[in-house]
C-alpha cells in the first residue's frame, strides 16, 4: 500500500522517476492528455504474482493534481496492469518484455472547480493550446475541468539485445466548460463542451555502452530492497542513444454539450507530430549528462508552424 502524493498509476512513462526518463522530459502525449499534473494525492495498492509474470497497481486519487486539496469531495480512480509474457521463458533481457493498459476516470463538479484546464505545451513550454482566450467582447475566458474526465491508455515494452523498444497510445474524453475570468463558479458557465482526442509516441534507444541493468526497466515500482551482507556493487557506466516520433490528434469543441461559441471559441482540431533525439551518458545510476533535439510540426493556429528546440543537462538522483 501506498500513501502520499506520488505518480499517478497511468501510462507506463509516468511511472518512471524523473531521474530516468530516456528524454528529459515526458512524451508528448503523456504530458499532454495523459497525466499532465504527474503527481497526485490518494492511495495506492498494487502487487505481483510470484514469478513476476503480472503487476498491478490501482488506487484512489483526489484528481486535482499536486499541492492542491480536494476541491469538490469528488475522487479519480487510477489503475495499470501489466503482463510479461516471456518471465518464465527466458533468462536474457526479453525477459522484461511487457504489455501494459491503464484507466484513469473521475468527475469535476462545476460549482466548486475553478481551476484552468492544462496547457498543451512543448517540452521547452512552448504553449501550442492554452485553456484560456478573449472572446468577441474583449472578456478573458477560461476553458476549466467539468463534468466527466476519462482516459485509457495501453504500453509496450520490449528489450531485445542492447535495443529497447518502447510504444504508448492514451484516448482521453475531458469534459469542459467555459466561463468568464472572475466568475469561474457556477451559475457563471458560458458554454459547455469537450477536449478529446488520441496520442502516442514510439521509441527506440540503444546502448552503446552498459545496459538496461544500469536502470533496471521501465515502470515497475517495487520498494528497493538493500541487502547489507552482499559486497557493494561496482558503479557501472551507460552511454545510450534514443529516437523518438510523437503525435496528437485532439479536437476541441468549446459548446458540443451546452450553448454556442463565441466567435473566437478556439474550437477546431489539435494536430501535432514531433521528432526527438538524444544521447545520455550514465556516470553512474545516479549521474547522468543528457542532451536532447526535438523538433515539432504544431497546429495551424499555433504562433509558430514548426519550432525546434535543443536541451542538455547534467542530472544528480539521490
Known amino acids: 500500500v501506498q500513501v502520499g502524493q506520488f505518480y499517478l498509476p497511468f501510462t507506463l512513462e509516468n511511472r518512471i522517476s524523473d531521474n530516468t526518463t530516456a528524454f528529459l522530459e515526458r512524451a508528448l502525449v503523456v504530458r499532454t492528455i495523459g497525466v499532465p499534473a504527474q503527481r497526485d494525492i490518494g492511495a495506492m495498492f498494487w502487487g505481483e504474482s510470484p514469478d513476476r509474470?503480472?503487476?498491478?497497481?490501482?488506487?484512489?486519487?483526489?484528481?486535482?493534481?499536486?499541492n492542491r486539496p480536494n476541491a469538490d469531495s469528488r475522487y479519480d480512480f487510477a489503475g495499470r496492469v501489466v503482463l510479461r509474457p516471456f518471465a518464465n521463458t527466458t533468462t536474457g533481457p526479453t525477459r522484461w518484455a511487457q504489455l501494459g493498459a491503464s484507466l484513469h476516470g473521475g468527475s469535476r463538479d462545476s460549482a466548486r472547480v475553478?481551476?484552468?484546464m492544462p496547457s498543451l505545451t512543448t517540452s521547452q513550454g512552448f504553449a501550442f493550446w492554452r485553456p484560456t482566450?478573449?472572446?468577441s467582447s474583449g472578456r478573458l475566458i477560461h476553458i476549466l475541468p467539468s463534468a466527466t474526465q476519462a482516459?485509457?491508455?495501453?504500453?509496450?515494452?520490449v528489450p531485445v539485445g542492447n535495443f529497447?523498444?518502447?510504444g504508448e497510445v492514451?484516448?482521453?474524453?475531458?469534459?469542459?466548460?467555459?466561463?468568464?475570468?472572475?466568475?469561474?463558479?457556477?451559475?457563471?458557465?458560458?458554454?459547455?463542451?469537450?477536449?478529446k482526442g488520441w496520442g502516442y509516441y514510439a521509441q527506440v534507444g540503444y546502448?552503446?555502452?552498459?545496459?538496461?541493468?544500469?536502470?533496471?526497466?521501465?515502470?515497475?515500482?517495487?520498494?528497493?530492497?538493500?541487502?547489507?551482507?552482499?559486497?557493494?556493487?561496482?558503479?557501472?557506466?551507460?552511454?545510450?542513444?534514443?529516437?523518438r516520433i510523437d503525435q496528437l490528434g485532439l479536437t476541441y469543441q468549446g459548446s458540443s454539450r451546452s450553448g454556442s461559441d463565441d466567435a473566437k471559441t478556439p474550437s477546431g482540431d489539435v494536430k501535432v507530430t514531433s521528432v526527438a533525439l538524444g544521447v545520455n551518458y550514465w556516470a553512474t545510476r545516479h549521474l547522468r549528462v543528457s542532451v536532447n533535439y526535438g523538433y515539432y510540426d504544431l497546429p495551424a493556429h499555433s504562433a509558430l508552424s514548426q519550432l525546434h528546440e535543443v536541451s542538455a543537462r547534467v542530472g544528480v538522483q539521490f
Not at 503487476?55 to 484528481?63: L, P
Not at 484516448?171 to 459547455?192: C, I, N
Not at 533496471?216 to 557506466?237: E, F, K, M, N, T
Open 207 to 243: 546502448w552503446i555502452l552498459g545496459s538496461h541493468d544500469i536502470l533496471g526497466h521501465p515502470s515497475y515500482g517495487r520498494p528497493i530492497h538493500v541487502d547489507l551482507s552482499q559486497p557493494q556493487l561496482r558503479a557501472q557506466h551507460g552511454l545510450q542513444v534514443v529516437a
Open 151 to 157: 482516459a485509457f491508455g495501453a504500453d509496450l515494452y
Open 170 to 195: 492514451v484516448y482521453a474524453d475531458y469534459e469542459t466548460r467555459e466561463a468568464v475570468d472572475g466568475l469561474q463558479l457556477s451559475p457563471f458557465t458560458e458554454r459547455l463542451g469537450a477536449l
Open 114 to 116: 475553478g481551476y484552468d
Open 53 to 66: 509474470l503480472f503487476y498491478y497497481t490501482v488506487g484512489v486519487f483526489n484528481g486535482d493534481g499536486p
Open 133 to 135: 482566450y478573449t472572446d
Open 164 to 166: 529497447d523498444v518502447t
